[in-house]
């Protein structure tokens, strides 16, 4: 039977993208929101589900934390790099010069900002809740453009004006594949989770961080998120290197859960390597 | 001379309550974005300007972060916190059943999500660039609403169809004062920072961490935001208790400092009372 991918749709969408890196074998299944994504795998909808968890200038994609922290038992199984490369596209016989609109999902207009005020200081942008989205109603609008992907230019024939307009070249988003099961170890393994501990203390997070620095168990992320109770009360979500099942990174997470009001592990799964994706 | 106060306008934002809430006598002077605000207070064009920086359900406000860390040099002399009411309002005569659209800030429709969903649950949702944009578009389209605040409600003359329809009472925005100079030492104050070190080594951020427990200075807030170099890399903001001219305030930052490739401290303000508030 063929795997069913949720990802975060309408096709076009960098999310369709990564669902292609990670099984261009999959039926691809898009659906509207992250809650919705998850809900798809959790309900046996599809199999696994795709999203994006970080871009390198934007940060965390929250929904997806919060999904993952307060919305669901669904284990984090592979990640996945892609590099970002934003077009301006429009409709054939349009040129530059004319266009005074142009459309795109909030951070990725944030992600293009300096070559907007420098290529076009007097068009508006107005802020679209997808790229696919912005393509749209860039075709419903004359003079107007949109910031998307090459692939939303394949899929709606558009022409691309500029590509790469990302004000930096580092652009890259991270993906996670989440399934009802995380992977098994490799040797070459990372592991999420998220916690809390009493705020009111000094020492408390540097207690819990430090059963992990002592065992030499590297930290490659460490975030807060609010607990949705009190403005100060936060979540902190660790990524660390090793697998959950690895002695001394079991033994630390033991340790942590047992000083913290909440804990939660997303998942154990193989460190991304760019040489993987171009298998 | 008046005193003039930049906030990301336009009239009837948050952001403007928050002004207010500052002061009140002050000359109200709205920009259009959180860049624009912070380079009206560092031109002159402005004394002061005012920005939210944190929500108890969304999180950070990543642009004043951003903004803080890469773009400026002003610091943070205040901090405020707001309790947010978001209501639904639509043009006189307009009945709930009739909605088939509802606009707002992505931000704050995430706020309201569950009330949408029980309340309009075939209503379609569409984004807008700030609550007042949504108000305005609500004027132009028949059978819409937006959700933004009492102030909006007042300073459009529409009607409030319900108040108070966010997710979670817990709700509240913690805005900055920022300025050429941060405050003074009251006793009771606050200083944020951020700093990056090097993290292909465990405990270099506990390290860090560690200069301020062991001082017993509590941390109320830790954040990352990439360094937009490298997907993986962090700067870390922090929040603590004290005035970085108290003594082992100093000693703690002049320590990470020492360790740190990147650090900055945005100022020390005094602690927001909700009683100052209503003075």
Chains 1, 2 share one sequence.
Do not use: W
Not at 34 to 41: H, L, P
Not at 127 to 148: G, K
Not at 212 to 228: A, C, G, H, V
């Amino acid at each position: 039977m063929v795997k069913r991918v949720a990802y975060l749709g309408p096709p076009g969408t960098f999310s369709e993208q990564a669902a292609l890196l990670y099984d261009a074998q999959a039926q691809l299944v898009p659906f509207s929101t992250v809650a919705a994504v998850a809900t798809a795998v959790a309900s046996g909808m599809a199999d696994e589900g795709v999203m994006a968890i970080e871009n390198s200038l934007e940060g965390s994609v929250t929904d997806t934390l919060d999904m993952l922290i307060h919305d669901s038992t669904l284990l984090i199984r592979r990640e996945l790099v892609l590099a970002i490369e934003h077009c301006l596209l429009a409709r054939a016989g349009v040129i530059a010069e004319q266009i005074d609109l142009i459309y795109s999902h909030p951070q990725v207009l944030g992600q293009c900002r300096r070559f907007l005020e420098r290529c076009f200081p007097k068009a508006a942008v107005e802020a679209s809740l997808s790229t696919t989205d912005a393509v749209e109603q860039m075709l419903q609008r004359e003079r107007s453009a949109a910031i998307a992907g090459v692939r939303a230019a394949e899929l709606y024939g558009v022409q691309i004006l500029a590509r790469g307009i990302q004000d930096n070249e580092n652009n890259e988003t991270r993906f996670v594949v989440v399934a009802a099961e995380d992977s098994p170890q490799t040797g070459h393994d990372k592991t999420s989770f998220a916690f809390s501990v009493a705020q009111d203390r000094p020492g408390s997070l540097v207690d819990a961080l430090h059963e992990f620095s002592q065992r030499q168990i590297n930290l490659t992320k460490i975030e807060s998120r609010p607990t949705k109770q009190e403005l100060g009360r936060y979540v902190f979500l660790v990524d660390l290197e090793g697998h959950r099942n690895d002695a001394k990174v079991a033994e630390a997470l033991g340790k942590v859960k047992a000083q913290a009001y909440f804990f939660k592990v997303f998942g154990s799964y193989p460190r991304f390597d760019a040489a993987d994706a171009s298998r």
